[in-house]
């Protein structure tokens, strides 16, 4: 992956490659918590149309990454949190692996925009934060050539899937804990509030 440098180079936009092959694909989930319209607005400026693809289901996931496969990207940048940046890997890996046989099908290289809400994998290649215009200076780097540090992430294989960490399910476990409790204190509260409801109307019965 595509590592950022730590501080920021003086970036300005650069004319497009000749090549198809050393073409810029940047894919975003558009559901994302930190894709917002001007976002998307900003990206649209300094991407070609035609490299720029917007995710909103798994299937669209999957139309864009036999796409990305098919017009033979070498770089690939995802903008979204850890869960998006896998699930694009893991459909490319997937296309390509179905495309091995045909000459010089191969997996592109990965950067990473931290526009999800966890961000742990944008955060180690040091990608830079959505607010202001750092993102579309990630961009601008990567298009000019000028980000020249890559890092080999080794993955587990979880259930098929590539992911770089993973847990137990102990933390999700925890969490439906907590909300069955929320759930039983709020029928515990709503039981004990239509009984106070039950004893003032009773005396105000009585007092009829």
């Known amino acids: 992956m595509l590592v950022q440098p730590?501080?920021?180079?003086?970036?300005?936009?650069?004319?497009e490659p000749a090549t198809s092959s050393d073409r810029i694909a940047v894919l975003v989930n558009a559901r994302a918590r930190k894709v917002t319209d001007q976002v998307i607005r900003a990206l649209s400026h300094v991407v070609p149309e035609g490299d720029f693809f917007q995710s909103r289901s798994l299937l669209d996931a999957r139309r864009i990454a036999t796409q990305v496969v098919h017009q033979g990207y070498r770089t690939v940048l995802l903008g979204g949190g850890d869960g998006t940046v896998m699930c694009f890997i893991n459909e490319i890996a997937h296309q390509v692996s179905l495309k091995r046989h045909q000459f010089g099908v191969r997996m592109p290289r990965f950067g990473i925009l931290k526009l999800g809400t966890g961000n742990s994998v944008a955060s180690w290649m040091n990608a830079s934060s959505a607010r202001g215009d750092g993102f579309v200076d990630d961009v601008l780097r990567v298009r000019s050539g000028t980000i020249t540090a890559s890092r080999t992430v080794d993955m587990l294989q979880v259930e098929g899937k590539r992911a770089p960490f993973c847990g137990m399910g102990v933390d999700g476990h925890q969490a439906l804990a907590v909300a069955q409790i929320?759930?039983?204190?709020?029928v515990i509260l709503g039981a004990e509030e239509d009984r106070d409801a039950r004893r003032r109307?009773?005396?105000h019965e009585l007092r009829s």
């Open 6 to 15: 730590f501080r920021a180079a003086a970036v300005e936009l650069v004319p």
């Open 182 to 186: 929320r759930v039983a204190e709020a």
């Open 201 to 203: 109307r009773l005396r």
